[in-house]
């Protein structure tokens, strides 16, 4: 079996053991870095487990040393085999969750997250009836947002999902942009007066 695998945060290994001889196996854990948690001594021919990294920016590793038994008669015991599964971290957007802009104004939000991402977003709730909000992705959401009303202010929600762009990618949770489109004021004072 290979020697390193890498998974997502939150993902089974899924990890099927092979070996050079018909063989059982058995493994218990060896070094755990980044806290990552899940792991366990087991024996069968997968390593079936799913394991938490509770980072949002760096990824850790925990080790199975697994030890084959051949089926023969005798069993023969082999060697102890190192293991070593890297699990990425979850991204989460670091962008503010609100932003307030001018009817008529592009919104230009620079999406960020906990770890290296691309990004994709939808459109949420709308209020105010603002137009101008559409589906997309990239790093930045330059969108310009139009308000009908003179008076009241209008919202638009993003929802924007980060991936990480390390092998595999790994999605993070959704997370809400709330973009409050302010009004364009007109004069409402008669436009005519008469004096002596």
Request: proline fraction near 7%; aromatic fraction near 4%.
């Amino acid at each position: 079996t290979a020697s390193t695998a890498v998974i997502c945060n939150g993902t089974a290994t899924n990890i099927a053991l092979m070996a050079s001889a018909a063989s059982t196996f058995t493994w218990t854990v060896g070094t755990i870095t980044g806290g990552i948690t899940g792991a366990s001594a087991g024996s069968g021919s997968t390593i079936a487990q799913t394991l938490n990294n509770p980072s949002n920016t760096t990824a850790g590793t925990i080790e199975y040393i697994v030890t084959p038994t051949s089926t023969a008669t005798p069993a023969c015991p082999g060697p102890a085999y190192t293991i070593t599964v890297t699990v990425n971290p979850t991204p989460v957007v670091t962008t503010a969750s609100t932003a307030v802009i001018c009817n008529g104004t592009a919104t230009s939000i620079s999406l960020t997250a906990s770890a290296a991402s691309t990004f994709t977003w939808t459109v949420g709730t709308i209020t105010g009836s603002i137009t101008g909000a559409s589906a997309g992705s990239g790093s930045t959401i330059v969108q310009t947002l139009t308000n009908p009303s003179n008076s009241a202010i209008g919202t638009v929600q993003y929802l924007v999902t980060p991936t990480s762009t390390a092998t595999p990618a790994c999605p993070g949770p959704v997370y809400t942009i709330t973009v409050t489109v302010n009004p364009t004021p007109v004069v409402t004072t008669a436009s005519t007066a008469v004096i002596c």
